[in-house]
């Protein structure tokens, strides 16, 4: 039977047939040819041209690999020409018959995507189907696909579908015997994947668009430049709330002037107070007003200016970056987050587990006037710092708005308090009107230092959200800074605090460490906890979405800490594992691959650890789990480890505190667990 192009009715400029292929297909096969006859493009080419035939582009094939085209750039290159061309050119598996070659756009750019994910996994597209770091980032990036136009985004889902099945059918089609099968996935799942692939489309349809994963080194440098922001700004907070409680009282003070004194009656008088009389003998300057109540070496640090107003847009700007760290600390959506009550942080007892900071608000609205009732999200510690500060402008706002005291009843106070409330709408869910939707997160966070995209954020991105266009998107672009919307914080806090132990980066690492072990505990699937914290549908996918990443995270460690160690495994598990991998390895392979699959699907435990090794207790970590919840017990019977795993950790954390300011709070606890390490070392030794 031979490969030729089906549906070709240019009969005077027909491409080439052939009838049979061996190991490989043709370099000088004419896929294409001009008008004249004469040929046009071969398969040996990096760019085909099908103008003759209709299309309205030029294919280029090199044309996803915008950094150096190396040798794996090349195998890739070539594989992904191979797909296309069986696509094209097998009767028995092409797309569709009598499809017009404009039709394969989309096509190939699916096959360019997939060429990212390869080359940023380090595999050849021959070799995907078996590298569970690429399975795991091919389904990260389609459930990451977020195109602008809604319909391109569900011809992902088609695209993504025909290259799987068109691997798939040639790995089975006897006249593609000798050529390498570049199945893409496992084909014990490839039913499993057009399935993934329907119910993704439809979620896609329903929500129209998806937002990118912000980088690690990005999401690291909003976290910490957020909370340095408001460790400066808590010490000067009372204070704060202590001078605008002051002027909103006495015209006389913060006065160099009749001018000054002016404006003072006017903004008392707006606040609902009397208005007040001043007098010019009892002035008192702005200079010793800030003196007085001890806040002007912070407004000059800030490089504030001495007015109300300056002072105002500086507590709008501690309200963005308090609501930064509540969605990037929580996942909770933009709507959660604008609905937060004044007193909104708690600490719950769970037994059985210990203390858990959570954040309670309000899940969506039901009406137009009403909120569900409270509901809790697992949050960090860390949240307090921003609801102290978000706490104390409330208090401000309120001062500068009712001449009343502070309400004693705070469930009908915003967390969010406007700052002006004549130009608020009419409050719906509070008495009082809230300013979150006001707040410039995208804006504030373009202030920080290194917030600008580089290239290595977008190498990353590749890996975990391929199907979007990142080279043709001008607000991706090297050297602008990231664009942050509050949509992008939900998937961000799911997928780094479901691999807080595989990220690189210390800082990050630890921020999410301990948000990671409790949202383990209290979303992980039969946990007695989940139902108090899963109860609406869009919660329920967060939460299915942190479970997933997680599988698929400690997949690919048990693959890496027990498959692929170059070490003999010790620990109680460990040492039965080497002892089957030295009396009959295919055996040991066998199984371990089956244990892998088995923890990807959840019926297996495999609890990675930062340090290297892991634990296979069914249940999760056990008390005699040493450092921090990071390092193997010695002698526990689930544990698996390597050798010199302590001293190399060791190693690894003091590298890293090189790069840590040493008053930060990630240097502070990888000297804690440095010591920690260090003191087991010398034990061990003895």
């Not at 050529?179 to 893409?184: A, D, S």
């Not at 002037?257 to 003072?264: I, Q, R």
């Not at 008495?431 to 290239?455: C, M, N, W």
């Amino acid at each position: 039977m031979a490969f030729f192009m089906l549906g070709n009715t240019y009969r005077d400029r027909e491409p080439d047939r052939v009838d049979e292929i061996g190991t490989e297909i043709p370099q000088d096969f004419i896929v294409s040819r001009r008008i004249n006859g004469k040929a046009l493009s071969r398969f040996q080419d990096d760019s085909w041209d099908f103008t003759p035939y209709g299309a309205s582009t030029i294919f280029y094939f090199a044309a996803w690999q915008a950094q150096e085209f190396d040798q794996l750039s090349r195998v890739i290159t070539d594989e992904i020409k191979s797909i296309f061309w069986l696509s094209m050119f097998n009767p028995r598996i092409a797309i569709k018959k009598n499809k017009k070659a404009t039709s394969y756009y989309a096509f190939n750019l699916a096959l360019r995507a997939i060429a990212k994910i390869a080359y940023h996994c380090k595999t050849p597209l021959s070799l995907a189907h078996s590298n569970l770091r690429f399975q795991a980032a091919l389904q990260s990036s389609f459930l990451l696909s977020s195109e602008d136009n809604p319909k391109a985004t569900l011809h992902h889902s088609n695209q993504i579908k025909e290259v799987i099945r068109v691997c798939h059918r040639a790995a089975h089609d006897s006249l593609c015997d000798g050529l390498p099968h570049w199945k893409i996935i496992p084909g014990d799942r490839y039913d499993d994947w057009l399935n993934r692939l329907d119910a993704a489309s439809k979620f896609i349809h329903i929500n129209k668009k998806k937002t990118p994963l912000i980088p690690a080194r990005i999401m690291a440098l909003l976290l910490e430049e957020s909370e340095k922001e408001l460790d400066g700004a808590l010490p000067y907070m009372e204070k704060l709330v202590a001078f605008f409680e002051a002027v909103y009282e006495n015209p006389n003070l913060f006065c160099d002037h009749k001018n000054h004194a002016g404006a003072a009656t006017t903004r008392i008088k707006r606040s609902g107070r009397p208005k007040p009389s001043y007098s010019t003998s009892q002035f008192v300057s702005r200079e010793e007003t800030l003196r007085r109540f001890g806040i002007g070496e912070y407004l000059q640090k800030k490089n504030i200016s001495w007015t109300i107003p300056a002072i105002g847009a500086h507590l709008s700007k501690l309200q963005s970056l308090s609501a930064i760290i509540i969605h990037l600390y929580s996942g909770m959506r933009r709507s959660e987050v604008a609905a937060l009550p004044y007193e909104c942080s708690h600490v719950v007892h769970i037994p059985d587990f210990g203390n858990v900071d959570i954040l309670l608000s309000h899940t969506k609205k039901l009406v137009s006037t009403n909120y569900s009732t409270m509901l809790p999200w697992v949050t960090s510690p860390v949240t307090k710092k921003a609801i102290k500060t978000a706490q104390c402008v409330a208090r401000i706002n309120w001062t500068r708005n009712h001449p009343d005291p502070f309400p004693s009843k705070k469930s009908k106070v915003p967390l969010w308090l406007a700052a002006s409330w004549a130009s608020c709408k009419s409050p719906v869910n509070y008495e009082y009107p809230e300013a979150y939707h006001s707040l410039e997160l995208g804006d504030t966070v373009k202030l920080f230092k290194g917030i600008e995209i580089r290239q290595s954020d977008l190498d990353e991105l590749i890996a975990f959200d391929a199907f979007r266009n990142w080279d043709e998107d001008p607000k991706f672009t090297v050297g602008n800074p990231w664009p942050f919307s509050s949509h992008q914080a939900r998937r961000a806090v799911a997928i780094y605090a479901s691999r807080s132990g595989k990220v690189s980066l210390p800082s990050l690492a630890t921020q999410f460490k301990h948000l990671s072990l409790v949202m383990t505990a209290l979303y992980a699937e039969n946990s007695p906890f989940a139902e108090s914290f899963i109860v609406a549908e869009d919660d329920a996918h967060f939460v299915t979405e942190f479970r997933a990443s997680k599988k698929i995270d400690d997949a690919i460690s048990f693959e890496e800490q027990v498959i692929e160690a170059h070490n003999p495994l010790l620990g109680g598990q460990g040492k039965v594992f080497q002892a089957e991998k030295q009396r009959n390895l295919p055996h040991f392979l066998d199984d371990a691959k089956a244990i892998q699959q088995d923890i990807k699907v959840g019926k297996r435990k495999f609890v990675p650890l930062p340090s290297g090794g892991g634990c296979m207790n069914e249940t999760g970590p056990c008390d005699s789990y040493g450092i921090d919840w990071t390092f193997p017990c010695y002698g526990c019977a689930k544990s698996i480890f390597e050798e010199n795993v302590l001293q190399e950790a060791a190693a690894s954390i003091e590298l890293s505190m090189q790069e840590m300011s040493p008053r930060s709070l990630a240097y502070k606890f990888s000297s804690e667990r440095l010591s920690l390490i260090k003191a087991r070392i010398n034990n061990e030794g003895q």
